[in-house]
């Protein structure tokens, strides 16, 4: 049996907003600089040990990989893993803070690598999942998942500062095992949907349809990070003086609209997932569809050339599929015996796609003249391009990765240099030890809010 998608989907929300625990140091790199007796340029290479740690996730998805036949096995294997490391790096780092074990400076950087390590295991599982589950709505899914993962450090600044602050060392137990405790519980409903569910072919209500549940999840995470951000300030401000049981308040009060994502799947049919296999259900979605085709065949701009609205009822569905070469060629998207259909891959040879990427994976327009959401336009509406399946060697080779790859780089590194010091900086600029989270936790908002509208 496999679990609900939009269940799925919702549970990696919460999961990825554990998976971005590197951009909390600065709550604790002045107590650790204190604990080791480190100076600032040692600190400064801690801080780019979990930096690396973090971002280092080509092993979480070589794993993940491996065990892409297993559709429910794979993705939750891979979180215990995450889990796993997990907890083994952040309690074997309070253990060094505390003098508890020997730790010299080169393994205190292997610990710190660990630390952060675990967050892209959990990262991995719930964005390759989720995409895989809904490879029309790629954009929106990344997007809000890393969104989540921006997020992360705001919501255990929160967490941090209602119940251990001032004690960063005894944090670092919070961040090994709040995250661990959230994942186990995900873990059973992480899992990949090889068809099509019949919640995905609803047209009304709006909150029904695809495009509903994925604005639903939007403003709940633009409500968190509003709710974030004002706590921070109002935690700062001189015109709240907040005692220590109205921050528990607030602390709790993220949690709870945290969980709140958890609401997006009401209505979707239940925890299991129901296939969308019924005749009537097929031939309601592709003369849906074909009749959309059909009105959108004379417009340019929604049926570009190289792709093809199919408006003769009794015409089949085509999908375009571009190859090295540019070539388009035309395929039948009705289902097929076995379920899937053939399509040309990056090497020119013919490959088996799921039946999932063509049939059912699109929105179709609402009755009575409403205007479709986003993910209903084309190429959604009867023609689905099909996105190029490459292995790792062939993206090395790839120019596009490595424009992509030195852009991340410059990019991504110089606010993680900044997040890093910004402990030290506050400090130096006169502010107090204290008010670090207020920054940390903006800087994440900013970090959310950047990934939500690219999204």
Request: hydrophobic residues 45%; proline residues 5%; charged residues 15%.
């Amino acid at each position: 049996m496999y679990v609900n998608k939009w269940a799925g989907f919702s549970v990696s929300v919460v999961c990825t907003c554990s998976a971005g625990l590197a951009y909390c140091f600065s709550l604790y790199s002045n107590q650790l600089k204190e604990a080791f007796g480190y100076d600032q340029r040692q600190i400064q290479a801690i801080g780019s040990a979990t930096n690396l740690g973090g971002y280092a996730s080509i092993i979480s998805g070589l794993v993940y990989d491996s065990m892409l036949g297993w559709d429910g096995r794979g993705p939750r294997i891979t979180l215990l893993i995450g889990v796993i490391v997990n907890i083994f790096g952040w309690v074997s780092l309070w253990a060094a803070a505390k003098g508890l074990i020997p730790a010299p400076f080169w393994l205190v950087l292997i610990i710190a690598g660990l630390t952060c390590n675990g967050g892209t295991w959990f990262d991995t599982a719930c964005l390759v999942t989720s995409v895989r589950n809904f490879p029309n709505e790629r954009g929106t899914v990344v997007g809000l998942l890393k969104a989540c993962v921006g997020l992360s450090a705001s919501v255990y600044t929160s967490i941090y500062v209602g119940f251990e602050e001032p004690d960063a060392i005894t944090y670092l137990l919070y961040l090994a095992f709040i995250p661990a405790i959230v994942v186990m519980c995900s873990i059973p409903f992480v899992n990949f949907v090889p068809y099509t569910q019949k919640s995905e072919l609803a047209t009304r209500p709006q909150f029904c349809t695809t495009g509903g549940r994925f604005l639903s999840a939007y403003q709940i995470m633009t409500a968190l990070a509003i709710y974030l951000m004002a706590t921070a300030v109002m935690d700062q401000s001189s015109a709240f003086m907040l005692n220590h049981q109205t921050r528990m308040l607030l602390s709790i009060g993220t949690i709870i609209l945290t969980l709140s994502i958890l609401l997006v799947p009401i209505g979707s049919g239940g925890l299991a997932s129901q296939r969308a296999e019924s005749q009537g259900d097929e031939e309601d979605v592709i003369a849906t569809a074909r009749a959309r085709a059909g009105s959108l065949a004379a417009d340019p701009d929604v049926c570009p050339p190289g792709q093809h609205a199919v408006p003769d009822e009794h015409a089949p569905l085509m999908s375009t599929t571009v190859s090295d070469e540019d070539d388009a060629t035309e395929e039948p998207l009705t289902p097929s015996q076995d379920d899937t259909s053939k399509r040309t891959d990056p090497d020119g040879k013919l490959a088996k796609v799921p039946h999932q990427k063509q049939l059912g994976q699109y929105d179709v327009q609402n009755e009575g003249g409403v205007e479709p959401t986003p993910s209903a336009r084309a190429p959604s509406a009867g023609f689905v391009e099909q996105m190029p399946d490459m292995t790792l060697l062939q993206c090395c080779t790839s120019l596009n990765f490595w424009l992509l790859f030195l852009t991340c780089s410059i990019g991504m590194g110089s606010g993680l240099s900044f997040l890093n010091n910004l402990g030290q900086l506050v400090i130096a600029l006169g502010g107090e030890s204290d008010s670090q989270a207020v920054f940390v936790s903006l800087f994440s908002v900013s970090n959310c809010a950047g990934r939500l509208l690219l999204g």
